[in-house]
């Protein structure tokens, strides 16, 4: 049975490339068993040490676990021009709400 991974935030990856550099008797495996990943995980991470090390130097959330862009970055951008104009009114939101108003965004973007 395999080791169950769990997310590696840009901290953790920051953390593993500063340790390798600091420590370089250090093993990629026992990084791995330190953060709970797998040996190829630790490998991928530091052959991009440079960029993670940049990455947390100018980031300004340390907790980002993820770099992708949504699947429709224009919606996502409605919605939130949506919630900073409807804030000021001192309007409440609920999931309720949002849902129904990603979805109403959702149908007008496929029918232009």
């Known amino acids: 049975m395999g080791l169950k991974c769990h997310a590696l935030s840009d901290q953790d990856k920051y953390n593993i490339c500063k340790k390798a550099v600091k420590n370089p008797k ?8 330190k953060y709970k990943c797998n040996y190829s ?4 991470i530091l052959q991009k040490k440079e960029i993670w090390i940049t990455t947390i130097s100018i980031s300004q959330d ?8 949504g699947k429709f970055p224009k919606i996502e951008e409605a919605l939130c021009l949506w919630i900073q ?8 939101f609920s999931s309720k709400l949002y849902g ?3 979805t ?4 007008n973007y496929f029918e232009y």
């Open 62 to 69: 340390i907790n980002i676990f993820c770099h992708k862009e």
């Open 85 to 92: 104009n409807a804030q000021p009114e001192g309007s409440l």
């Open 26 to 33: 250090l093993t990629q495996d026992d990084l791995a068993q």
């Open 100 to 102: 129904t108003s990603a």
């Open 41 to 44: 995980t630790i490998s991928k």
């Open 104 to 107: 109403h965004r959702y149908r």
